[in-house]
């Protein structure tokens, strides 16, 4: 088919062009409204054959942007034929128009993309790739979008993958409001100034009054945090100076290599690192989990600290740990209510007969083994984990370790997870992710969390790393902080 031609009225259009000012010279043109969504509203050209997608605000645009030209040769994405980042975090694809598809047609292709059958594997290739890219990148980037909408058809009668990406828009506009102070860590000013504009029309709509005052209370964030920011000679103003430990970092090192890191809890970071938590509160469904089961297995428990929080617990409660300490731990923690402590080693099975129990859980599973936690379900039982995601607090690690591979930020991704747990006769029932800002105050407190997550950097010792942690005690002091992001997911189960 033709390529159709870009309008004249584009031929200007740059990064110092408002969204506005593109909304009117296209109008002018003779371009008219064609639908709206969320964050996003679309103008058909005078012919009919091309629109214009216009967001207000849309951090994930570039990265569907790059999604359309990398797998244009697959013809299975719209044809793009402009892409502009316009100002203040506003963002323009001008596309061929596309038509729906029935929900059920649209549904199939999904489901054949997620395996994905040969037809459509270098797609689901592409589009991958670009997420990993997305998610190592944006504080707010969520998993693909599996709704039907996003499959439409071309004018030629092909069916295309749209939209796939999206920002986790609930939490993102409820820290903004709750939390402005921390909302404007997470997005750069210059790439936000239109927060407030979105259309909102499938879940609107957005009170004015409402909107405006999200407006002026990031505003006044941004004014907050630039009263506060390095002065051009790199120095923080004198009424922000940061209230530094006077302890020398030798002596910081020496206390945190001798610390305990026994069990599963951080109260030896109380007060010197910081973590932000999941939006879901793991805890609260848990407990409410194994209030109403009557087998359960913990997986992974450490040394029982957060089964332990749970006010009642299963009629017949297991745990499973590998290392020793932990284990010893969580028998004093939960012994007394009952609870069944199985020390088992790293890949042994789960010491319950198949189809046993009615509910597994794990927080922070070391490796998950779908296989035998599909062995053990009975038939409709439930399984609940939040998860360690991919690239999670990789600024830490490389500045260890040095640049990562692709396949190490890979790991644990929640889409493989999926698959696995899929093939192993589960069907995914929920899936959610974070992504989570961590700082730390001292480099005592880096030193206890490579000690604690050994994972992390496996082959630590103060001695091996002392000049990378005296550099971390440098970036501390001069910074305030060390900040890097981890990632987490929570996955719910049923054994079909």
């Not at 980037?141 to 092909?158: E, F, K, W």
């Amino acid at each position: 088919m033709p390529v159709p031609s870009l309008p004249d009225a584009l031929a200007s259009v740059g990064p110092s062009t408002t969204y506005r000012e593109v909304e009117a010279h296209l109008r002018a043109a003779g371009w008219t409204p064609c639908g709206a969504g969320d964050w996003a509203f679309a103008l058909a050209s005078p012919g009919g054959d091309v629109v214009a997608r216009i967001s207000p605000f849309d951090p994930v645009g570039p990265y569907t942007a790059r999604l359309y030209r990398e797998a244009a040769g697959t013809e299975l994405v719209p044809r793009l034929l402009a892409h502009h980042r316009l100002a203040g975090g506003a963002d323009l694809q001008v596309m061929e128009r596309l038509e729906e598809v029935p929900e059920a047609a649209a549904a199939e292709f999904l489901e054949r993309l997620s395996r994905p059958v040969p037809a459509l594997s270098a797609l689901a290739a592409v589009v991958r790739r670009v997420h990993d890219v997305a998610l190592r990148e944006l504080a707010w980037c969520g998993p693909l979008d599996t709704n039907p909408s996003n499959i439409m058809r071309a004018a030629d009668g092909h069916l295309v993958l749209i939209d796939p990406y999206y920002a986790d828009g609930p939490h993102l506009y409820a820290l903004a409001a709750q939390e402005p102070a921390r909302f404007v860590t997470t997005i750069p000013a210059e790439e936000r100034r239109h927060l407030t504009e979105i259309p909102l029309a499938d879940s609107g709509p957005w009170p004015v009054a409402e909107r405006e005052a999200m407006a002026r209370a990031v505003r006044e964030a941004d004014a907050r945090q630039a009263s506060t920011s390095p002065r051009r000679d790199g120095r923080r103003p004198i009424a922000d100076e940061p209230a530094a430990d006077a302890r020398a970092a030798e002596e910081l090192i020496a206390e945190a290599a001798a610390a305990s890191v026994d069990g599963w809890g951080f109260a030896h970071l109380d007060g010197r690192a910081t973590e932000e938590r999941p939006p879901w509160g793991y805890s609260a469904l848990l407990a409410e989990a194994v209030a109403q089961a009557e087998v359960a297995v913990d997986l992974d428990t450490g040394g029982g600290e957060v089964l332990g929080q749970c006010p009642r617990l299963a009629v017949q409660q297991h745990v499973t740990e590998a290392w020793a300490p932990n284990a010893d731990r969580a028998r004093e923690l939960l012994g007394p209510r009952g609870v069944r402590v199985h020390e088992t080693a790293p890949g042994d099975p789960i010491p319950l007969p198949d189809g046993a129990a009615d509910l597994v859980t794990s927080r922070h599973p070391v490796a998950p083994d779908w296989p035998e936690i599909a062995r053990v379900l009975a038939p409709g039982g439930q399984y609940l984990g939040q998860h360690v995601g991919p690239s999670s607090a990789f600024a830490l690690i490389e500045h260890f370790v040095g640049p990562t591979t692709a396949a190490q930020r890979r790991s644990r991704h929640p889409e493989d997870e999926t698959a696995a747990a899929r093939a192993a006769g589960l069907e995914i029932t929920e899936l959610r992710t974070a992504r989570l800002r961590m700082e730390f105050f001292d480099v005592g407190a880096v030193v206890w969390i490579l000690r604690k997550c050994v994972w992390w950097v496996p082959d630590f010792d103060v001695d091996r790393y002392r000049d990378e942690l005296l550099a971390m005690d440098r970036i501390i002091r001069r910074d305030g902080s060390f900040l890097a992001h981890s990632t987490r997911h929570l996955l719910r189960a049923r054994r079909r």
